[in-house]
């Protein structure tokens, strides 16, 4: 289990990333899955970025776990920011024209549809968002 | 991410290099907004682009409804994790993928 703790500016998400992806790459994580790992990284640590804290600005931590057979990683960003479940949103409508289209809680749908597993607590004070996502065969 | 435009005539060519997110969408909003007037042809050549996330969909949402007025928008050069993002959003249908 590895942990980073930073502060939840827009700045820092690569840092974030890089951070992740380190750790996917020292298990051969395919490439395709850690697209969709940092994709999901840039959705859930811009919206701690954005909403957790404002306007002022506090700490993320943002850890890293690995799981057997199947291998995955569960990857866990945790704020102590206003308290916002991102999964208690409705799924965007995806059907409709580009002059109808609103780009709202497109990220988390994307999140979701990639991830094999995503949970979302609040405990202790702290929003607790965890993903899973599968990178063997 | 590297933005690279080539004007020519009233077609502009935008070729992307890196990551289309949170940090980079910002860049690509203005380089277009300040290219886009007169232009009747947007061409988006995502070779380069390793993947976008939903800060990279709202810019080309709003560059499709602002060509859809006045001329036309086609990406080209698409790889697999954008495809699918693309058609797990729905942009498959609003967006021309070449």
Not at chain 1, 36 to 42: F, P, S, V
Not at chain 2, 50 to 65: D, H, P, W
Request: with cysteine; charged share 25%.
């Amino acid at each position: 289990m590895k942990e980073l703790t930073i502060n939840a500016v827009i700045e820092n998400i690569e840092q974030v990333t890089s951070f992740v992806d380190e750790q996917l790459e020292a298990l051969d994580c395919p490439m395709k899955a850690q697209m969709q790992i940092d994709i999901a990284i840039d959705e859930l640590f811009s919206n701690i970025a954005y909403y957790a804290y404002h306007p002022g600005v506090g700490p993320a931590t943002v850890r890293v776990e690995v799981t057997r057979e199947p291998l995955a990683v569960v990857i866990t960003f945790i704020d102590h920011g206003v308290q916002y479940d991102p999964l208690d949103k409705k799924d965007p409508d995806i059907a409709l024209s580009a002059e109808e289209r609103e780009i709202g809680g497109l990220g988390i749908y994307m999140v979701k549809k990639s991830m094999d597993d995503i949970s979302y607590e609040y405990k202790n004070g702290q929003n607790i968002l965890r993903i899973k996502k599968k990178i063997g065969e | 991410m590297t933005i690279e435009k080539k004007v020519n005539g009233s077609e502009l060519s935008v070729a992307l290099t890196g990551r289309l997110d949170t940090t980079t969408a910002p860049e690509l909003e203005s380089a277009l907004k300040e290219s886009m007037e007169g232009i009747k042809v947007l061409i988006l050549d995502f070779a380069g682009l390793e993947y976008l996330s939903s800060a990279g969909l709202r810019v080309l949402l709003a560059a499709q409804k602002t060509m859809n007025k006045q001329g036309s928008m086609v990406i080209r050069n698409v790889n697999d994790t954008i495809q699918e993002v693309f058609e797990i959003t729905g942009f498959a249908d609003i967006l021309t993928v070449e």
